[in-house]
């Protein structure tokens, strides 16, 4: 029998929007995956500030904005820790928690690609999953052609193989918690229960980067 695969999306998730479940659902399409987990980080190692609201706000509009995929998954097992975790450890868990009998994709938009030789383990994390990187608006489309030295020429194949062309789908956190911090209209960036989670909890309001 196949093995099943499984898609993990880490992120801040401050908040999550539009952008985040068009190329998570696209990605679990192009890979063929059972389900995608997302999973929220407490608080990314690499992010100086820290989410600007808390775990159980940011994982209540995560629920609301994945209900209606049936593949989408939550998990909690990053806000769970007292540390924030790195990936290597969050992906380890899970393959242990499918019996090693999973195959592991860990998607990441292109803007992530200049950060990842900063990442604790990449090289183990390269090769115990498949680090599939997406496209996303306002970034070069993937590419690994300059960590060959570093990494070695099957690691950045296999970076390669695994890139997923995704919609260019032009929104981010940053610039949702900016509009609200200036009070507009982020509606169509969002699912409606989520936009209507932050207008009930008055969240992002305070002026934020
Ligand atoms: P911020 O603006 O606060 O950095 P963000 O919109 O990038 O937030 P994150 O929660 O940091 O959202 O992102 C989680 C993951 O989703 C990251 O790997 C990021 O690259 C990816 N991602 C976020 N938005 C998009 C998008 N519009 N298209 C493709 N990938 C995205």
Redesign the pocket.
């Known amino acids: 029998m196949a093995k099943r695969k499984i898609a993990l999306?880490?992120?801040?998730?401050?908040p999550?929007?539009l952008?985040?479940t068009?190329?998570a659902a696209e990605a679990a399409e192009q890979i063929g995956a059972d389900e995608v987990v997302f999973v929220p980080a407490k608080c990314?190692p690499l992010?100086e500030t820290l989410p600007r609201v808390s775990d159980e706000d940011r994982f209540k509009m995560m629920a609301l904005a994945t209900t209606e995929n049936k593949k989408f998954r939550l998990s909690r097992c990053e806000l769970k820790k007292s540390q924030p975790s790195y990936t290597l450890e969050t992906v380890r868990q899970f393959r242990a928690d499918y019996d090693f009998d999973a195959s592991i994709y860990w998607?990441?938009?292109?803007?992530?690609i200049d950060e990842l030789p900063l990442w604790y383990g990449i090289e183990k994390l390269i090769s115990e999953c498949n680090l599939s990187v997406?496209?996303?608006?306002g970034f070069e489309p993937p590419d690994f052609t300059k960590f060959k030295a570093t990494w070695g020429q099957y690691r950045v194949e296999k970076l390669q193989k695994n890139v997923i062309k995704?919609s260019?789908?032009?929104?981010?956190?940053?610039?949702?918690?900016k509009m609200l911090a200036n009070g507009a209209d982020v509606s169509e960036m969002l699912h409606p229960d989520v936009a209507k989670y932050i207008c009930e909890h008055q969240l992002y309001q305070a002026d934020a980067d």
Request: charged share 20%; aromatic share 8%.
């Open positions: 999306f880490g992120g801040t998730f401050d999550i929007h952008g985040h068009i190329v990314s992010k998607l990441i938009g292109a803007d992530s997406m496209y996303r608006a995704t260019l789908v032009d929104i981010s956190s940053t610039e949702i918690r």
